[in-house]
């Protein structure tokens, strides 16, 4: 075998390996990452804080107000939610939707908490009136679009249907499907009401100019109201509940792409051991002239360090253009959700430490066997 | 070399490779081992070299009884005061002339004035044009010039040379004769070298006949000796 061509075979291996780990951590965390990100944007904000039993009965103006004094918080809003059906009629069909996912929004605070403004083609929610509707939920109602007049049944907190006809004013289409593109948007006092719900709030979403103190502000709010029964969630913890399958399989794919790096390792020592086979005679000259077994450990292992230095190198070279690609292109998969891409300097370091540890813990079975060959067998090797 | 025996295998398998050899090296001696194929030559000079461990008696070299000397020390006598040439040069093919000449050097860890000794013996050897060229690009001969270069290279007390031309044509066999026996004499060397053919060497020193295993006669300049 020749020595070079093996050299080149071995450091593809770990090469290869790395880049499987940065491909596996641009795509699957990326895309973590990205639905944390849409959701933190659209639905949750960096704090969500609920009631632990029903809605939040204080004042959202107050707590808005509250969250609004801290430093590290850009902007809050409150959030309100409930189903309806919803019919409309479009050239002399009615066509019914029921079981709708409904989202009361404050028109003038939602803007500054949340992004969920900027996925609507149209005008966002502006008066008590005017509704948007997801693009699915309009494609579901046989295409309705800007201008339509949409009618919700609520069902009250009395039991009773409520009905309001409303203008639709915005489509809201999100890429991935992540936004609010299966519910309808509308004011949330005219939710309130319709729900006879009075100043109840669902939800207030917190904003923070800092996600690091996500946790220090959760801690404060439940702090300053003792009395009151609210949950309070970091993005973290939320997405934590609603992705924990998904991070389970993330886990998966680490596993997988480390078995990968263990497969380079493999081949190193099948690569070193071909190499000693094919310099036997070489190893048996070395010997015979003078080398002691220490010296030809030496050369295998230098080899070895070698491997792992320009293998990890290159591969995370290699790694690091494709993560920089996805992060500037903004790479999606089929129109997708973009991957939110980020440089885990620690992960990268982790990964290319790792490959070059384990070139070198590859390299010494194969060292070790070529020291135990002696002279005379081996320089009759042809 | 003293009641040297070597034994390969255990049992029905068992073959004396070589019994009760006793005999002693001159400094400064051109000496021939000869035999037939498998008459044991190569085997009395792997003992010799320390290549090999005897099954039993002990090898003396400069008043030193190698034997008793642990794998590490092994090597570092062989590095210091052994050369080799073997049948095929066996240099390093992806280093250059010059590179392989220097190797001992290397291995020993003594680098000064290296190139300029590996200089001096290649061009001792005609090879002053090829210093540069890879190994595995010079000819047979060449090749076999430089492993002797590289032999010398660390001023051995003895030169172990296992059918040096065995792998030569006539006229480079004959070159590579002078050669060595014209270092020899140059540099004060002794000179032990295995050969199934007498014949070519010509007037040498002594000789060592080897049949089946045993040291049968001597062949001291032109006087037979049973030993």
Same mark, same amino acid.
């Given at each position: 075998?020749?020595?070079?061509?093996?050299?080149?075979?071995?450091?593809?291996?770990?090469?290869?390996?790395?880049?499987?780990?940065?491909?596996?951590?641009?795509?699957?965390?990326?895309?973590?990452? /990205?639905?944390?990100?849409?959701? =933190?944007?659209? $639905?949750?904000? *960096?704090?969500?804080?609920?009631?632990?039993?029903?809605?939040?009965? +204080?004042?959202?103006?107050? #707590?808005?107000?509250?969250?609004?004094?801290?430093?590290?918080?850009? /902007?809050?809003?409150?959030?309100?939610? =409930?189903?309806?059906?919803?019919?409309?009629?479009?050239?002399?069909?009615?066509?019914?939707?029921?079981?709708?996912?409904?989202?009361?929004?404050?028109?003038?605070?939602?803007?500054?908490? =949340?992004?969920?403004?900027?996925?609507?083609?149209?005008?966002?929610? =502006?008066? $008590?009136?005017?509704?948007?509707?997801?693009?699915?939920?309009? $494609?579901?109602?046989?295409?309705?679009?800007?201008?339509?007049?949409?009618?919700?049944?609520?069902?009250?907190?009395?039991?009773?249907?409520?009905?309001?006809?409303?203008?639709?004013?915005?489509?809201?289409?999100?890429?991935?499907?992540?936004? #609010?593109?299966?519910?309808?948007?509308?004011?949330?006092?005219? #939710?309130?009401?319709?729900?006879?719900?009075?100043?109840?709030?669902?939800?207030?979403?917190?904003?923070?100019?800092?996600?690091?103190?996500?946790?220090?502000?959760?801690?404060?709010? #439940?702090?300053?109201?003792?009395?009151?029964?609210?949950?309070?969630?970091?993005?973290?913890?939320?997405?934590?509940?609603?992705?924990?399958?998904?991070?389970?399989?993330?886990?998966?794919?680490?596993?997988?792409?480390?078995?990968?790096?263990?497969?380079?390792?493999?081949?190193?020592?099948?690569?070193?051991?071909?190499?000693?086979?094919?310099?036997?005679?070489?190893?048996?000259?070395?010997?015979?002239?003078?080398? $002691?077994?220490?010296?030809?450990?030496?050369?295998?292992?230098?080899?070895?360090?070698?491997?792992?230095?320009?293998? /990890?190198?290159?591969?995370?070279?290699?790694?690091?253009?494709?993560?920089?690609?996805?992060?500037?292109?903004?790479?999606?998969?089929?129109?997708?959700?973009?991957?939110?891409?980020?440089? *885990?300097?620690? +992960?990268?370091?982790?990964?290319?430490?790792?490959?070059?540890?384990? /070139?070198?813990?590859?390299?010494?079975?194969?060292?070790?066997?070529?020291?135990?060959?002696?002279?005379?067998?081996?320089?009759?090797?042809? | 070399m003293k009641n040297l025996s070597k034994t390969y295998g255990e049992g029905d398998t068992k073959?004396?490779?070589?019994?009760?050899? @006793?005999?002693?090296?001159?400094?400064? %001696?051109?000496?021939?081992?000869?035999?037939?194929?498998?008459?044991?030559?190569?085997?009395?000079?792997?003992?010799?070299?320390?290549?090999?461990?005897?099954?039993?008696?002990?090898?003396?070299?400069?008043?030193?009884?190698? @034997?008793?000397?642990?794998?590490? %020390?092994?090597?570092?006598?062989? !590095?210091?005061?052994?050369?080799?040439?073997?049948?095929?040069?066996?240099?390093?093919?992806?280093?250059?002339?010059?590179?392989?000449?220097?190797?001992?050097?290397?291995?020993?860890?003594?680098?000064?004035?290296?190139?300029?000794?590996?200089?001096?013996?290649?061009?001792?050897?005609?090879?002053?044009?090829?210093?540069?060229?890879?190994?595995?690009?010079?000819?047979?001969?060449? &090749?076999?010039? &430089?492993?002797?270069?590289?032999?010398?290279?660390?001023?051995?007390?003895?030169?172990?040379?296992? %059918?040096?031309?065995?792998?030569?044509?006539?006229?480079?066999?004959?070159?590579?004769?002078?050669?060595?026996?014209?270092?020899?004499?140059?540099? !004060?060397? @002794?000179?032990?070298?295995?050969?199934?053919?007498?014949?070519?060497?010509?007037?040498?020193?002594?000789?060592?006949?080897?049949?089946?295993?045993?040291?049968?006669?001597?062949?001291? !300049?032109?006087?037979?000796?049973?030993?």
């Amino acid at each position: 075998m020749n020595k070079k061509g093996s050299l080149v075979g071995a450091v593809l291996a770990v090469s290869v390996g790395i880049l499987v780990i940065h491909v596996n951590f641009v795509i699957f965390q990326g895309l973590f990452d /990205a639905i944390v990100r849409d959701m =933190s944007d659209y $639905r949750f904000g *960096d704090i969500y804080v609920t009631d632990k039993e029903d809605f939040i009965e +204080k004042s959202d103006q107050v #707590l808005v107000n509250w969250f609004e004094r801290i430093p590290y918080v850009e /902007a809050a809003t409150p959030r309100m939610s =409930s189903t309806a059906s919803i019919n409309v009629t479009k050239f002399g069909q009615r066509i019914e939707e029921f079981r709708v996912p409904l989202v009361g929004v404050d028109p003038v605070t939602d803007v500054e908490a =949340s992004t969920i403004y900027t996925t609507v083609e149209g005008e966002y929610v =502006s008066s $008590r009136n005017t509704a948007v509707v997801g693009s699915n939920v309009a $494609r579901d109602l046989g295409g309705v679009t800007v201008g339509d007049n949409i009618k919700l049944k609520v069902t009250d907190r009395r039991g009773q249907d409520q009905t309001k006809r409303f203008i639709v004013t915005g489509i809201a289409s999100s890429p991935g499907g992540q936004g #609010l593109d299966t519910s309808v948007i509308i004011h949330i006092d005219t #939710l309130r009401d319709m729900l006879d719900r009075g100043d109840d709030t669902d939800a207030i979403l917190v904003k923070l100019n800092d996600r690091k103190k996500a946790t220090e502000v959760r801690d404060l709010f #439940l702090l300053s109201f003792p009395n009151d029964d609210f949950k309070a969630e970091t993005i973290e913890e939320s997405a934590e509940e609603a992705l924990s399958g998904f991070r389970s399989g993330i886990a998966m794919i680490n596993m997988i792409g480390l078995f990968g790096m263990m497969s380079s390792a493999f081949a190193i020592v099948t690569i070193q051991m071909m190499l000693v086979t094919s310099k036997t005679r070489e190893i048996g000259v070395m010997r015979a002239i003078g080398a $002691r077994r220490k010296d030809i450990l030496l050369i295998f292992l230098f080899q070895g360090i070698l491997i792992g230095t320009i293998g /990890a190198a290159a591969g995370t070279a290699m790694g690091l253009s494709y993560t920089v690609y996805a992060k500037e292109t903004k790479m999606t998969f089929a129109g997708s959700i973009p991957l939110e891409v980020s440089y *885990d300097w620690g +992960k990268i370091i982790q990964t290319a430490f790792t490959a070059f540890g384990l /070139a070198i813990v590859a390299a010494i079975y194969p060292a070790f066997k070529a020291t135990r060959l002696q002279p005379v067998e081996a320089m009759r090797t042809v | 070399m003293k009641n040297l025996s070597k034994t390969y295998g255990e049992g029905d398998t068992k073959v004396n490779a070589l019994t009760d050899a @006793t005999f002693s090296i001159k400094k400064g %001696e051109f000496l021939l081992i000869v035999g037939s194929s498998g008459s044991g030559k190569t085997t009395l000079l792997n003992m010799i070299g320390l290549l090999d461990k005897p099954t039993a008696g002990m090898v003396f070299i400069d008043d030193t009884e190698t @034997t008793k000397l642990n794998d590490n %020390e092994i090597s570092s006598f062989r !590095n210091s005061k052994l050369g080799f040439v073997f049948q095929f040069a066996n240099l390093m093919p992806d280093l250059t002339v010059l590179e392989n000449v220097i190797l001992p050097r290397s291995i020993q860890k003594t680098e000064q004035n290296a190139v300029d000794d590996a200089m001096k013996l290649l061009r001792a050897v005609g090879l002053e044009s090829q210093i540069h060229k890879r190994a595995n690009k010079i000819s047979g001969g060449q &090749a076999q010039r &430089a492993a002797i270069a590289r032999a010398l290279v660390n001023r051995p007390s003895i030169v172990l040379a296992d %059918e040096p031309t065995g792998n030569l044509d006539s006229v480079t066999t004959e070159t590579i004769i002078q050669l060595m026996k014209s270092m020899a004499r140059k540099l !004060n060397l @002794t000179f032990v070298v295995v050969t199934h053919d007498r014949e070519q060497f010509g007037e040498v020193d002594r000789v060592i006949t080897v049949k089946d295993g045993r040291v049968i006669e001597t062949e001291n !300049n032109s006087m037979k000796v049973v030993a």
